[in-house]
């Protein structure tokens, strides 16, 4: 009896530390897949010249070329007027805008001493909730979203998935934790579980 016990727990924390290791290679190996897939309709054109990894190639050079091209005035402006395009087309812009606004906060280098990232005080409840600042001034908010200038929004992520709710509440709620964005997300998405 011993002995089985000993062979599963053996077994269980081989699994463990293989687990992390394959769910992180199939998940590379799915994006390859899938960018390598994405570049397959162009094979014909590039026939005799093809080889396995060309859509990667592809895809890091169509990268690289459209983020030096931001830089000249000409492509900002033509990428001010896609963005504008496609925030005006219905469902796709709120998506579109969502991701964009999302992309822009998460990239925006974090000053220090920013604060974003708190502890959310439920008082009544007796418990707290981990969260990213994600507004402190409402002064172009719509009428109806806060009533007074004490309230701040706060990004609540959820565990084990994509994505989260906001929560508008009065600033006195919230203490400072000593994390960036990035861990905060990291902390949330495992459950706070110990690695």
Partial sequence: MKFKRK??????KGVLTLLPIYLTLYFIFWLIKSIEAS???LKPLMDPYYFP??????????????????????ARYFTKRINTYLTSIPIVGEIYGSIQIMTK?????????DNSVVMVHFKESNFKILGITTRTDFDKAPDGIVDNDKTISVYIPMSYGIGGFTVYIDRKMVTPVDLN?????????IGGLKS
């Fill in 105 to 113: 906060y998460f990239t925006t280098p974090v000053k220090a001493g």
């Fill in 53 to 74: 990894g060309m859509g990667i190639l592809l895809a890091i050079i169509l990268i690289l070329l459209v983020g030096w091209s931001t830089r000249s005035y000409l």
């Fill in 39 to 41: 570049f397959l309709n």
């Fill in 7 to 12: 062979i599963s727990s053996i077994f269980i």
């Fill in 181 to 189: 964005q990035r861990e905060a997300l990291k902390w949330a998405f």
